[in-house]
């Protein structure tokens, strides 16, 4: 914290009070839902995918 000048300490400052007023807004909670969602679309298309390729493999183990 010594190193830090003026304007570096009140970027800082700044950065740290946006961040402390989204995690306390709503907003956060609706960006993680949307993420949550996106993760788990992506997994049932990994896993669909994955399971085409095994059943369309016609014998071939690699």
Same mark, same amino acid.
């Given at each position: 914290m010594a190193k830090l000048? =003026? =304007?570096?300490m $009140? $970027?800082?400052? @700044? !950065? &740290? !009070?946006v961040l402390g007023a $989204? $995690?306390? #807004? =709503?907003l &956060?909670?609706? @960006? @993680?839902? *949307?993420i949550g969602f996106v993760v788990i679309a992506a997994g049932v298309i990994f896993? *669909? #995918?994955g399971l085409v390729k095994i !059943? #369309? #493999?016609k014998g071939n183990k690699y």
């Amino acid at each position: 914290m010594a190193k830090l000048n =003026g =304007g570096a300490m $009140l $970027l800082a400052g @700044l !950065v &740290m !009070v946006v961040l402390g007023a $989204l $995690l306390q #807004s =709503g907003l &956060m909670k609706f @960006l @993680l839902d *949307i993420i949550g969602f996106v993760v788990i679309a992506a997994g049932v298309i990994f896993g *669909i #995918s994955g399971l085409v390729k095994i !059943v #369309s #493999s016609k014998g071939n183990k690699y």
